[in-house]
């Protein structure tokens, strides 16, 4: 294998990707590599991959359909991080009478006034 025209490859494949980020879609391997999974991945391994046979760039589509499932994993995953976040407080049931009985006890009472 001549590196000098493998790395021109690469070099080639690369400039032609746009975004510092691309989609590729995998193909099956001898080592067990999985066909058909869309990864985002840096433009020169992408090209890297692509020269390799391992995959190929994704379509505009399933770059598209990739970023949306993505983001809405994300978006799940923060909200899954909130809801973690939910602050409670265990109070003893006596303490919680003595709080009872002095907002009932307090508010429905009128004010004496004093003369």
């Not at 990707?17 to 067990?32: C, N, R």
């Not at 090209?47 to 379509?59: F, P, S």
């Not at 923060?78 to 006890?105: D, H, N, R, Y």
Request: glycine share 6%; aromatic share 4%.
């Amino acid at each position: 294998m001549d590196l000098r025209l493998y790395f021109q490859k690469i070099r080639e494949i690369e400039s032609t990707i746009a975004d510092a980020f691309a989609v590729v879609v995998s193909h099956a391997t001898p080592e067990g590599g999985k066909a058909g999974v869309p990864t985002e991945v840096p433009k020169r391994t992408a090209a890297k991959m692509i020269v390799d046979g391992i995959a190929h760039l994704a379509t505009a589509e399933e770059a598209r359909l990739f970023r949306a499932a993505q983001a809405e994993a994300q978006k799940i995953a923060e909200q899954v991080a909130e809801a973690a976040k939910v602050a409670f407080t265990v109070v003893p049931s006596a303490e919680l009478e003595k709080l009872k009985s002095a907002i009932t006890g307090s508010g429905n009472q009128p004010a004496q006034s004093k003369k």
